[in-house]
């Protein structure tokens, strides 16, 4: 085979360097072409193949910074030629169960009820306001429900009061100290209550005192009686009184006819020996002490209350009446030793001073002490049941409300539990159930925390509630938080971001999982009218218009006059309707009376 002088491509692509091949710089002998490819062999494929990984990072850090920009222009090349008409397009589409879904296609379907949309100038549906007092309305389906564990809670009259807990310490009943004096100087001959801390009864002895004092009045009572002298017997008999003879030992002088010297000191009151200043043989003076006995039938309870709870307690420093201290408020005692056994008392004084170190106000509480149970310098947790007619707020509430007024005198207050209120800081909502599923939020106004005798917390309701309303207890925070958080419910909420006209999103993919409960609906629609026009509506049944539709399934029945006679129509998009044949309209509520 005769070999051909053309060079081979790998030649061409690459020929034998010559000797004087070096630096930046081709062979010599090349064509025009094959320096070409030389060039691109050498900086791409060859010798500078890292280039390549410096390209592809500066790509993608273009695209990374500039990506705004190539959505946009990507946007603008894919968008419909008829998308501005559509834009301004006047006509929209809603659901006539639930008319606050609105939508810009008519392809879509509720994502309620799943029926498909009706068609209506934009504007043209009538906006059904708000009551006062009402800030937002929710709707959610029984699948929601069930995820949002919607509990509902009757508003009533509820037996409620004031609660204050304050901390204090127990001290001896002032009322109840006694100090037990020698009322004649002498010498202690026997002691018979030498312990501190024993029980002493009202008349036990408690010491034996020898008084040559006491002798000579003692004398002056033998030889009065002896000399049959009533003036000098009545006057020594007052002397020995005066120096605390009793009158049985008086007696016994008398009946005997010899002078005692000894003076026999008894107990004024039954309590325990608290303190004891002598012992047996020691002389005293006229006026020292000999005890100190105090009554622990009753203590006090020193407490703090803030002084943010000052309303709630009486403020008047007058003397108080025997009849007047009968209306003493109640308190409630518990110490760390006893913690399961209530101890009862009433509030006995407020200090008229406040502490500025503390802005604590001391409360003086006085409590009954069965089995002494209550010790002088333990601490307890004082607790103040203050009725609701002594709340400074609910006693000036409405005067014209006859029936607040005279549960207010039962201790009853109309309230909502604790857990039914969302308090955003400007304003405090509760969940208010207008009809099966659909929730308003009320604006109300409450007083202060009370509790009932269980001990569950409840807020007085001033405005905004009326006794008989639903209102969920269970999940309100859940539904607040869907509705103002997720703009994605309005796919399942009306009142929801999505919910919008503007608004086209696909349609939902959530089914109920639960049965709506249509007679609650319709009852609560129908419990809407008037005792006299519900009868005619639940006489009726059935849409004059649309005889496969219960009344009160769309909402409250629409009421027309037609010809003097009252028909009812499921909603106002019936209405043109019925008013173009008004005896086909008649004769249809006739055949659905019949």
Known sequence: MIESDTPRPRELARPELTDDEG??????GLSPWRKAWWWFDFIVLVKLARLRFIAILVAIGAVI????????????????ANAAAVAASDVEYFCPMHPTVVRASGK?????????LSKRKKGGAAQEPLPAGTV?????SPYRMVLAGVQLWQV???????????VGYVEFNER???????????????????ETGKMVDEGDELASLYSPELNVTVRNLVDAQRGNNPDLLKSARYRLELLGISGDQIDEILQTGKANTHLRIRSPIAGHIIKKYVVEGQYVEEGAPLYDIADLSTVWIQAQIYEDDLAFLPLDQEHKSPASESDALAVTATTQAFPNEPFGGTLAFVYPHVDQDTRTVTIR??????????????????????APERVPVLAGADAEDTEMQSRLKQGQVLAVPEGSIIDTGDQTIVYRQSAPGVYEGVKVELGPKMASPEGVTFYPVLRGLHAGDQIVTAGSFLVDAETRLNPAAGSIYFGGGSGSKDDSPGPSNAAPSTPEDSDGEIDAALAKLSGADRKLAEAQRFCAVLADSRLGSMGTPLKLSIEGQTVFLCCSGCKKRALADPKRTLAKVKELKE
Request: hydrophobic fraction near 35%.
């Open 108 to 116: 879509d379907k509720c994502p309620v009820c799943f029926m498909p």
């Open 136 to 140: 937002n309305r929710v709707q959610l």
């Open 176 to 194: 109840g100290l006694k100090n037990v004096s020698a009322r004649v100087k002498g010498r202690i001959d026997a002691l018979y209550a030498n």
């Open 65 to 80: 910074t500039q990506w705004d920009a190539l959505v946009a222009r990507y946007d603008k090349w894919t968008r419909p």
């Open 156 to 166: 009533d009259y509820q037996p409620l009061s004031k609660q204050i807990a304050a």
């Open 23 to 28: 630096g930046l710089r081709a062979p010599p």
């Open 365 to 386: 509480c006085e409590v009954a002490n069965p089995k002494h149970k209550l010790r002088p310098g333990t601490t307890a947790t004082v607790t103040l049941n203050i």
